[in-house]
Nanobody, 117 residues
């Protein structure tokens, strides 16, 4: 059974940082591209970042560029998102997703990030 379990969210002040993690199981993690997607009350679902399974290709939404860093540890079957210089508009539930044939075929339960003073 495919499982994606996010952790690392919480309440942080503007300008702070959080490291989100996604533990994957039930499939060969290293064979799949992965992404982070977030859901906010105002904007709905928003793609945040992508990492390729092979050549390390990485991409970010404009809102994340320069502040967020995606990475993966295939030996630990874990995906990460380092979030720095957080802003109130980054408040959202962050989901880790598996990418397959151009779609997000599995999602975790999400981890909530709240940026507020």
């Amino acid at each position: 059974e495919v499982q994606l379990v996010e952790s690392g969210g919480g309440l942080v002040q503007p300008g702070g940082s959080l490291r989100l993690s996604c533990a994957a199981s039930g499939f060969t993690f290293s064979n799949y591209d992965m992404s982070w997607v977030r859901q906010t009350p105002g904007k709905g679902l928003e793609w945040v970042s992508f990492i390729n399974n092979g050549d390390g290709t990485i991409s970010y939404a404009d809102s994340a560029k320069g502040r967020f860093t995606i990475s993966r540890d295939n030996a630990k079957n874990t995906l990460y998102l380092q979030t720095n210089s957080l802003k109130p508009e980054d408040t959202a539930v962050y989901y880790c997703t598996r990418n397959d044939l151009g779609s997000y075929d599995y999602w975790g339960q999400g981890t909530r990030v709240t940026v507020s003073s």
